[in-house]
C-alpha cells in the first residue's frame, strides 16, 4: 500500500512539475499558433504533442540513463526498471551519482539565472536585491561549479566530469531559449509571412529545448524511465489544455513562475544530495513540489483577489 501510494505521489509530483515549468513554453505555442491556419493547428496539437509526450520526454532521459550505464546497452537501459536482477540494479545505483551531479547543477544553475538575470514579478522580497545585482550571477555559477567540481573530485572524477556537463547543458539551451525568444518576437511582428510548416517546425524544436529541465527535474523523483514517461506525459497533456485554452487566464497568476523557480532550486539541491550520498527519501521531492507551488499558487490567486478588488472600488 505505501508502495503504491508513493508511486502515485511521484506520478502528480511529476506531472505538476512539468505542467508549471513549461508554462513560458505553453504561451509561446499560444502565440505562435495564433497565426497559423486551423488545419496547422489541429495537426500540431495532435501529432505534435504526441511527438513531445513520447518522442522527447520519452527518449531524451532514456538516452540519459543509457549514456549514464552503457553497459546495460540502449533496450537493457529502459528494461533495467522492470528487471529484478541484481547487477542491473547495482549498475544503475553505481551510474546513478553522476547523473544526478548533473542534472542537479544544471538546476541550480537554472534557478540562479532566473534569480539574477531574468525580469519576474516579485514574490519574495530578496528577489529584488539579487535582480537589481545581475552582474553577480556569472560570478555565483563558478563558484558553486568550482565547489561541487572540487569536492566530486574527492569522490569520482566522473561525478566532477558529470557536474562541468551539466553546467554545459545548462549554457547550450540558455543560449537555445534566448535565440527562441527573439524568433518569436520577429516571427509574430515581421512583414514577410512564414509557412505554417516552418512554424510547426519551430515549435517542436522550441519544445524540445524547454523540455531538458522537465526531464531533467524528473530525475529528482525518481531513475525509472517508465514512471518518468507517464508523469511528464501527464504534464505535457496539461500544458497542451493550457495552450488550447484561455493562456490569459494562466498568466494572470503571476507568481507560478517564481514557484516553478524554487522548486527547480529544491530538485536540483535534491539531486546533488543524492549523488554525495545523503539518500533522500523517493516523497520528499514531490512533497516539496506540492508546498513550493501551493504557496505561490496561493500568492498568485491573493493577488489576483486583490486586483479585482480594486477594480470595483475605481468602478
Given at each position: 500500500m505505501?508502495?503504491?501510494?508513493s508511486l502515485i505521489?511521484?506520478?502528480?509530483?511529476?506531472?505538476?512539475f512539468?505542467?508549471?515549468?513549461?508554462?513560458d513554453n505553453a504561451?509561446i505555442?499560444a502565440?505562435?499558433?495564433?497565426?497559423m491556419n486551423?488545419?496547422a493547428?489541429r495537426w500540431?496539437l495532435?501529432?505534435?504533442?504526441?511527438?513531445?509526450v513520447?518522442?522527447?520526454?520519452?527518449?531524451?532521459?532514456?538516452?540519459?540513463?543509457?549514456?549514464?550505464?552503457?553497459?546495460l546497452?540502449?533496450i537493457g537501459s529502459f528494461?533495467?526498471?522492470?528487471?529484478s536482477?541484481p547487477?542491473v540494479?547495482?549498475?544503475i545505483?553505481?551510474s546513478?551519482?553522476?547523473l544526478?551531479?548533473?542534472?542537479g547543477v544544471f538546476l541550480?544553475?537554472?534557478?540562479?539565472?532566473w534569480?539574477?538575470?531574468?525580469p519576474?514579478?516579485?514574490?519574495?522580497?530578496?528577489?529584488?536585491?539579487f535582480h537589481r545585482h545581475?552582474?553577480w550571477?556569472f560570478?555565483v555559477a563558478s563558484v558553486i561549479l568550482a565547489?561541487?567540481?572540487?569536492f566530486t573530485l574527492k569522490?569520482?572524477?566522473?561525478m566532477?566530469?558529470?557536474?562541468v556537463?551539466?553546467?554545459?547543458a545548462?549554457f547550450i539551451?540558455h543560449?537555445?531559449k534566448?535565440?527562441?525568444?527573439?524568433?518569436?518576437?520577429e516571427?509574430?511582428?515581421?512583414?514577410?509571412?512564414?509557412?505554417?510548416?516552418?512554424?510547426?517546425?519551430?515549435?517542436e524544436?522550441?519544445?524540445?529545448?524547454?523540455?531538458i529541465d522537465?526531464?531533467?527535474?524528473a530525475?529528482?523523483?525518481?531513475?525509472?524511465?517508465?514512471?518518468?514517461?507517464?508523469?511528464?506525459?501527464?504534464?505535457a497533456?496539461?500544458v497542451?489544455q493550457?495552450t488550447?485554452?484561455?493562456i490569459e487566464?494562466i498568466?494572470?497568476?503571476?507568481?507560478l513562475k517564481?514557484g516553478?523557480?524554487?522548486?527547480?532550486?529544491?530538485?536540483?539541491m535534491?539531486?546533488?544530495a543524492?549523488?554525495f550520498?545523503?539518500?533522500?527519501?523517493?516523497w520528499?521531492?514531490p512533497?516539496l513540489?506540492?508546498?513550493?507551488l501551493?504557496?505561490f499558487?496561493?500568492?498568485?490567486?491573493?493577488?489576483i483577489?486583490?486586483?479585482i478588488?480594486?477594480e470595483?472600488?475605481?468602478?
Open positions: 505505501a508502495d503504491w501510494t505521489l511521484i506520478i502528480l509530483g511529476l506531472g505538476l512539468e505542467a508549471v515549468s513549461s508554462i504561451v505555442n502565440e505562435v499558433l495564433r497565426t486551423q488545419k493547428r500540431f495532435l501529432w505534435g504533442m504526441l511527438f513531445a513520447f518522442i522527447v520526454r520519452g527518449l531524451l532521459p532514456w538516452v540519459i540513463i543509457w549514456w549514464t550505464t552503457p553497459e546497452g540502449f528494461m533495467a526498471t522492470f528487471s536482477d547487477a540494479a547495482q549498475a545505483e553505481k546513478a551519482p553522476v544526478l551531479v548533473g542534472g541550480v544553475l537554472l534557478f540562479f539565472h534569480l539574477f538575470m531574468e519576474k514579478h516579485y514574490g519574495l522580497h530578496h528577489e529584488k536585491f545581475s552582474v550571477f560570478a565547489a561541487i567540481v572540487w569522490l569520482d572524477p566522473l566532477a566530469f558529470g557536474a556537463l551539466g553546467s554545459t545548462f539551451t543560449g537555445f534566448e535565440n527562441a525568444e527573439k524568433a518569436e518576437h516571427l509574430l511582428h515581421r512583414k514577410e509571412s512564414m509557412t505554417d510548416w516552418s512554424k510547426i517546425l519551430y515549435l524544436v522550441i519544445d524540445t529545448t524547454f523540455s522537465g526531464v531533467l527535474g530525475f529528482a523523483f525518481t531513475l525509472s524511465i517508465p514512471i518518468i514517461l507517464i508523469g511528464n506525459g501527464l504534464g497533456i496539461v497542451r493550457m488550447v485554452g484561455n487566464r498568466k494572470k497568476y503571476k507568481y517564481n516553478a523557480m524554487y522548486s527547480v532550486f529544491a530538485l536540483g535534491v539531486m546533488i543524492d549523488s550520498g545523503l539518500h533522500i527519501p523517493p520528499v521531492s512533497v513540489t506540492f508546498a513550493i501551493g504557496y499558487f496561493y500568492r498568485s490567486k491573493k493577488e483577489g486583490k486586483e478588488g480594486m470595483t472600488i475605481m468602478s
